[in-house]
């Protein structure tokens, strides 16, 4: 079987994308490796084995062209009403909370939030499928 470890974004400003996964998903940097042209930067934090890997290259001045093939990260939160709040709070932007119905139940509550380069994280209520 597979196990699946980590997801790779690249990333334009590492302070800025740091800053914002360490306020938003308590995430830290577990190692980095630089190399000539790039570095690689591996987050994590005590609630999954799963990393989000961070490319810089460094010789990039412009911003990455996401495209219009539309994909996201999720992670699963205790509360999500209270992590809306606290992400309002502390100015990360999230969109509005959603309660997604399939067949007149709940399937999720969730939100989203775009990280500095324009990825999208998909915020989702633990219980379910998602717990």
Do not use: C, W
């Not at 940097?29 to 810089?56: H, K, M």
């Amino acid at each position: 079987m597979a196990k699946l470890v980590h997801s790779m974004i690249r990333v334009l400003d590492e302070a800025r994308s740091l800053s914002f996964y360490e306020r938003a998903f308590g995430l830290a940097v577990a190692e980095r490796l630089e190399f000539d042209g790039f570095v690689l930067i591996y987050l994590s934090n005590a609630e999954s084995g799963f990393e989000l890997e961070f490319t810089v290259n460094k010789d990039r001045a412009e911003p990455y062209a996401l495209g219009d093939g539309y994909g996201h990260l999720a992670v699963v939160v205790e509360d999500v009403e209270a992590e809306h709040k606290r992400f309002e709070e502390n100015g990360l932007e999230p969109r509005k909370l959603v309660d997604f119905q399939h067949d007149g139940r709940t399937l999720a509550r969730f939100f989203f939030v775009k990280d500095p380069d324009g990825y999208q994280i998909e915020v989702i209520q633990k219980g379910g499928r998602f717990g």
